[in-house]
Every structure is written in structure tokens, then in C-alpha cells.
């Protein structure tokens, strides 16, 4: 069977390359796994973390919970009640409430702005419960003893890896093996991004004969 990896074998992994067996280090391994999902969701914009969901708006209401574990949104198009597809514009708060002040009046919004970190706030107020879909950035579920595999291990396991060693680092407090991991975590993350990159291109460009 092909090798792969899941959080206990992570952990373990954590363990070799660390070189540290003892008590307090491995009682860590769980803290450094979560540094390094934060750090991850923070620094990776991907199709690994890209998420879209579809729903409706609450007609009346300027507010809009975001989904969990957002970290930032990509786009957010509403369809309207004509049927056209309109995308809203992200803004200051304050614009938006400039722009709409008196909340009670409805109709059909033209931008959108982080209301804290777990609301959308809508600008004009939704005047029906309008579709929409947003696509955002997520932290992927993360890692336990009840979920053993997410996006990472499954398809950037060396990266995730380097990122925990990354963490670890001002625990063990070895300042040599800090750059090491360092620069392998950047490679990682440049090559994840490369890929991105090269997913974009348009592969349909016609050749011609010389």
C-alpha cells in the first residue's frame, strides 16, 4: 500500500525529524500541528483551501454569517431577481454604511464588508431573499484523533510537515536547524504555488509552423 499521510503518522514524523522523544516535546506535537494549519490558511491561496457555497440572503437584514473557518473571500455574486448574475464589491464598513445609512430601506445590494470576523455586512439592505454564492479561502478542517486526513495530508504533505517543523522550532530552540526547515517549508509553498500558477495558464494557445 502506497504511503501516506494522516495526523498520527504527522505526529510521528514530527518526533524523527525533531530528534526529541521526550515528555514535554511530544506533549507539544498537537500545538505545533495547529501553528502550522494557522500558518497555512494564512499564506496558501489554492484550490486546497478554496471553498463555494451557495445560499440565499435574509431579505431585511444587512447581516450575513460567514461560513466556518473563513479567512477571506475570493468573490460574492448574487443573482438577482431578473435572473442576471451581478458580483458586489467589497468595501470599508464605514463606506457602506455612508453609502446606506438608513438600514430599514431595502433594495438590491451593491457591496459587501467584513462585519467582524464572522459577518458579511450588506449595502443596500437586501429587499428579498436573493441567491448567492460565495467563493472564500478556508483554514481546512483541522487535524485530530478523529480526523485523520485533510487536504494536506493528502495533497501537500510535505509542506504541511515542514510547516510544523517550522513551528517547533522556537521550542526546541535550535537555531541551526531553524533556517534548514525554514527554507524547505519556502520551497514547498513556492512549488504549491508554482503549480497554481501553472493550473491558470491557458494550455489552448495554438502553435504555429515556423
Known sequence: MPAAMTYTS???DIRLYAERSDADFL???DRFVMMAENRLAKEVRGLGNLQIVA??????????????????TASFIVT???????ALFLRDINYCREFWPNISLEDEPRFYADYGFEH????????AALNFELAYFDRPEPLSDTNETNWYTQY???L????????AQPFLKQDART??????????LQMLANEAMRRMSDNSQVRREG
Do not use: H, I
Open 10 to 12: 504527522l505526529l510521528e
Open 27 to 29: 506533549a507539544q506535537r
Open 55 to 72: 445560499s440565499t440572503l435574509t431579505s431585511g437584514s444587512p447581516l450575513l454569517a460567514k461560513p466556518e473557518r473563513w479567512r477571506e
Open 80 to 86: 438577482l431577481a431578473s435572473g442576471e448574475k451581478k
Open 120 to 127: 458579511f455586512y450588506l449595502a443596500p439592505t437586501p429587499n
Open 156 to 158: 501537500a504533505p510535505d
Open 160 to 167: 504541511l510537515l515542514f510547516a510544523c517543523l517550522v513551528e
Open 179 to 188: 533556517e534548514q526547515f525554514r527554507s524547505m517549508y519556502e520551497r514547498s
